[in-house]
């Protein structure tokens, strides 16, 4: 059962005290928290006596609801996922569709914007607030952005980029279905997912096609693979002590293994898990573009969310290291839009081609 943290009626002292005084809220944060008051702090004094002093002020409901914006902006990067539109559909009844969605988000009380200046492309942007019971009382409701796109290829069938998450897939699913109804025929998709396949050999050649596969980048590295087995049946009584043992010993107790560091895919233990059945169902990698001796790293990650079948595939641009006087330094800094946008590119294109190469279809 899926356990949630209480919700909160009221934010005592220390509540704020113990929301503004975790890891992952910053000295700033609580500076600024204080200079809207009129509170000028020393920047030797610490974070942990600027939260007591802060709780110990009065505040009331807007007080609340600030404070609780101001920390529900920590969000971590979402990964994307993708699929591709089988049916021969109309940008008119894209746009129509998201018409239809964008009644049902004002109703709600959200933001959904959508930008049809590209001819080639529909870019839909929904602001919304997503709750998490487990979080503390002042960060469970945490403001997000759910993206959507809708890009035309040069066949003129449509593939759909998006955020992966519960909410963005259910928006998604419902903009499928309003085409479905106005096009009069089920909306049919086709996604990157192993599910009939289920060798593990043939799981872990798609990802090692993947990493290799990026177009116009070379493999720098793998710095962290998972792997995963899936686990058997319980283990029936039996009066054979010997076949017992066998059994223990065969039985996946472990079912998730992940490896980090340079090169994890060439180590002999990884060889050690392919063998006993394990395979690769999220993978870390490096590239580098092959046009300059001088560019910058870009650090991706690709897996399956649903390990046991190996759908869900999604992945993300996580990072970039920077490249300084002739070597790689341990500076990073965020991807550019048009870098990530063309990197996800790369990436779909890299994990559709992957999937033929072990399928041959």
């Known amino acids: 059962m899926k356990r949630f943290g209480p919700s909160l009626y009221f934010a005592s002292d220390k509540v704020i005290f113990d929301s503004i005084n975790q890891r992952a809220v910053n000295v700033d944060l609580v500076r600024e928290l204080l200079e809207e008051r009129g509170i000028f702090v020393s920047t030797k004094t610490s974070k942990e006596e600027l939260a007591k002093y802060f709780s110990r002020l009065t505040a009331d409901y807007f007080d609340h609801q600030s404070i609780a914006s101001k920390l529900g902006r920590i969000a971590k990067k979402e990964r994307f996922t993708a699929f591709d539109i089988d049916n021969e559909i109309e940008r008119d009844q894209i746009v129509d569709a998201v018409k239809e969605m964008k009644k049902e988000a004002d109703d ?26 487990t979080k503390t009382e002042l960060r469970q409701v945490q403001p997000r952005d759910a993206i959507i796109e809708f890009i035309k290829d040069t066949s003129g069938k449509y593939s759909v980029r998006n955020t992966h998450n519960n909410y963005t897939d259910s928006v998604v699913e419902k903009i499928c279905k309003f085409l479905g109804e106005a096009s009069g025929e089920t909306i049919s998709k086709t996604t990157v997912n192993l599910q009939s396949h289920p060798e593990a050999t043939k799981r872990t050649a798609f990802f090692e096609a993947l990493i290799k596969g990026v177009d116009n980048h070379e493999l720098v590295t793998v710095t962290e693979a998972f792997c995963y087995k899936p686990p058997k049946g319980k283990l029936q009584d039996d009066d054979d ?8 010993e ?87 839009a048009a ?4 990197l996800a590119q790369m990436i779909e294109q890299a994990a559709k081609s992957a999937y033929k190469a072990i399928t041959g279809s």
């Open 108 to 133: 709600r009380g959200e933001v959904l914007n959508f930008d049809t200046s590209n001819p080639d492309r529909i870019v839909i942007e929904i602001a919304y607030d997503h709750i998490d019971y």
């Open 241 to 248: 002590d010997d076949n017992d043992e066998k059994e223990l």
């Open 250 to 336: 065969d039985s996946p107790l472990v079912e998730r293994v992940g490896l980090r560091g340079r090169a994890v895919t060439k180590s002999l233990v990884i060889d050690g898990l392919y063998k006993s059945g394990y395979y690769i169902i999220k993978v870390i990698w490096q590239v580098k573009p092959k046009i300059s001796l001088d560019s910058d790293i870009f650090e991706l990650e690709a897996q399956f969310s649903e390990p046991g079948d190996c759908t869900g595939f999604s992945y993300q641009t996580k990072r970039v290291l920077i490249f300084e006087e002739g070597k790689i330094t341990d500076k990073t800094r965020h991807p550019k």
């Open 339 to 342: 870098e990530e946008a063309a």
